[in-house]
């Protein structure tokens, strides 16, 4: 009897629909190639993608920058982050075939001779193809302060007359509104945004992008997603170690730039958006932005800032060589933010992130609200955590009868951890997943303009505050090193409705990665 073939379900036909995608004649130029996110980011990503098969055909990588080094020198920089922990001789053998189609070009970053330096190497590389159309793939691994001339001068010497080409930029966008705006007039004069892909590693993280499926492939959850069952909601990012040793870059930016205004920003807009009309990307990021502008300007009541202090043998913030001694730039933020429409009004969206805090973690918890009272006392609440690392997870606690003659009710957990579940799934790096979007051309996971704008509307205000441009800085609370955070913190949230589970004997289900 001829087996038969199980159809393929769960299908999203506009999801299949993308843009262009860079197939053949594809040159990938990396700025910035001897830095550090090129180098523990950027190359490990193209490698991964190259050695599973990902990038187009007879692809080729060009690194740029200041720093003036011979290939080996370049090869050996571009692949120590590269990991081979077992000395696999598969692993090893794509590594020498990825050395071979990366090449290095030195070169400034503001001079037009340095570019048309460039473009003749590229030239040079693509007199190869089959075909005069060819495609070209510029990503700024770069410091804000130079986006704006490379864009220029790539446009100008770099930019492929025949073919496709697309540049991707990496935060930070700006550093308030005007920032913003500045920045993105500039680059628009020489880049379109349809060619733009402003990258935020987060959206390229297995949880976040499952968010979409969990919330609108499933009944069950969009029954409940709303007012009138969810209590409060936590994104929380978590950090066990400090600045040590780059407090000075830190200190500019501080922990709401770095990590709320952007990362658990993002997490928030795909958490609470509504269904889209398709999965295309311009739908998605029609509705996330359309939330975002649901949000008022953030109020400094609903804010609490830390600042760590030296503790269990670690050195405090202001004990860093980089950090100025008088510093009051907080290492810790939690942000309280209201969305002003039918469906999240009166819910409290807290986003907290830290440094030098007790563990290392990136979390959503959803805490709905009480059970009906009367036949039941002191019931833990139904809490919906998604962890998006380390390890990812997605585990609803929930209440049941507790086994045996007894008769009460237990708070238990129904428990998907994905590399208990999903045993033979590598799922990949944010990095490369971001990567190959902008290969296929999609930009479902990249933030458009308009949602960079309204994003900074809603943190400006008290940004400023903060940077003393309204008056005294405010002054963070101490906290110690590898602790939860500022002592304020549990009053902080639970001002907002959160209850902790009354039960001490409960904990929540936790994967030990050894023992799989």
């Not at 003036?68 to 120590?80: C, Q």
């Not at 159309?133 to 704006?148: I, M, Q």
């Not at 004069?189 to 499926?213: A, F, P």
């Not at 999240?344 to 563990?359: D, H, M, Q, R, S």
Request: some cysteine.
């Amino acid at each position: 009897m001829a087996s038969m073939q199980r159809t393929r379900s769960g299908t999203i036909p506009s999801m299949e629909t993308t843009g262009h995608q860079f197939k053949d004649n594809t040159l990938i130029v990396v700025f910035g190639a001897s830095g550090d996110l090129a180098k523990k980011k950027t190359y490990p990503a193209l490698f991964g993608l190259y050695r599973n098969g990902y990038l187009p055909k007879d692809v080729h990588i060009v690194g740029y920058a200041r720093t003036k080094m011979d290939d080996e020198e370049y090869h050996k920089r571009i692949t120590s982050y590269i990991k081979n922990p077992n000395n696999d001789a598969e692993i090893a053998a794509k590594i020498e075939e990825f050395k071979k189609i990366s090449t290095y070009v030195s070169g400034g970053y503001e001079d037009a001779p340095s570019f048309q330096n460039l473009a003749k190497h590229l030239e040079a590389i693509e007199k190869n193809y089959p075909s005069r159309e060819v495609n070209r793939l510029f990503y700024l691994a770069l410091p804000p302060s130079v986006f704006v001339p490379v864009a220029q001068h790539v446009k100008e010497c770099c930019y492929a007359t025949w073919g496709t080409n697309r540049i991707i930029v990496e935060k930070p966008f700006g550093k308030d509104l005007e920032s913003c705006r500045e920045l993105l007039s500039s680059l628009k004069q020489s880049w379109k945004e349809e060619e733009t892909y402003r990258i935020d590693h987060y959206l390229g993280k297995e949880m976040v992008k499952n968010l979409l499926v969990l919330r609108f492939a499933n009944v069950a959850m969009g029954a409940a997603w709303d007012k009138h069952s969810i209590s409060n909601v936590q994104i929380s990012f978590k950090e066990p170690f400090g600045t040590e040793g780059r407090g000075g870059y830190f200190d500019e930016f501080g922990i709401i730039r770095d990590i709320l205004q952007n990362h658990l920003l993002q997490v928030l807009s795909i958490l609470t958006m509504e269904r889209p009309v398709s999965f295309a990307s311009e739908d998605i990021r029609d509705e996330k932005v359309k939330v975002l502008r649901a949000i008022p300007p953030i109020k400094r009541e609903d804010v609490l800032l830390g600042q760590y202090v030296g503790a269990n043998g670690k050195p405090g913030y202001l004990d860093d060589d980089t950090v100025p001694k008088d510093s009051v730039c907080p290492t810790f933020a939690a942000t309280t933010l209201w969305i002003n429409n039918e469906r999240w009004e009166g819910v409290p969206f807290i986003l907290k992130a830290g440094k030098a805090l007790n563990e290392a973690k990136v979390e959503i918890r959803m805490q709905f609200k009480d059970v009906t009272q009367g036949i039941f006392k002191d019931i833990s609440r139904n809490e919906l955590v998604i962890r998006i690392q380390p390890s990812e997870a997605v585990y609803l606690k929930l209440n049941t009868k507790s086994p045996g003659y007894a008769f009460r009710a237990l708070p238990t957990e129904m428990d998907l951890t994905y590399k208990r579940r999903f045993t033979d799934t590598q799922i990949p790096e944010a990095y490369e997943a971001l990567i190959l979007d902008a290969i296929k051309g999609d930009h479902s996971n990249f933030v458009r303009d308009d949602e960079l704008d309204v994003a900074w509307k809603i943190f400006t205000p008290i940004l400023h505050w903060i940077d003393g441009k309204e008056g005294p800085r405010p002054k963070p609370s101490p906290y110690p090193y590898g602790s939860r955070g500022p002592k304020q913190l549990d009053s902080f949230i639970e001002k907002l409705g959160y209850k902790r589970a009354a039960d001490d004997y409960y904990s929540w289900p936790t994967t030990n990665v050894s023992n799989l």
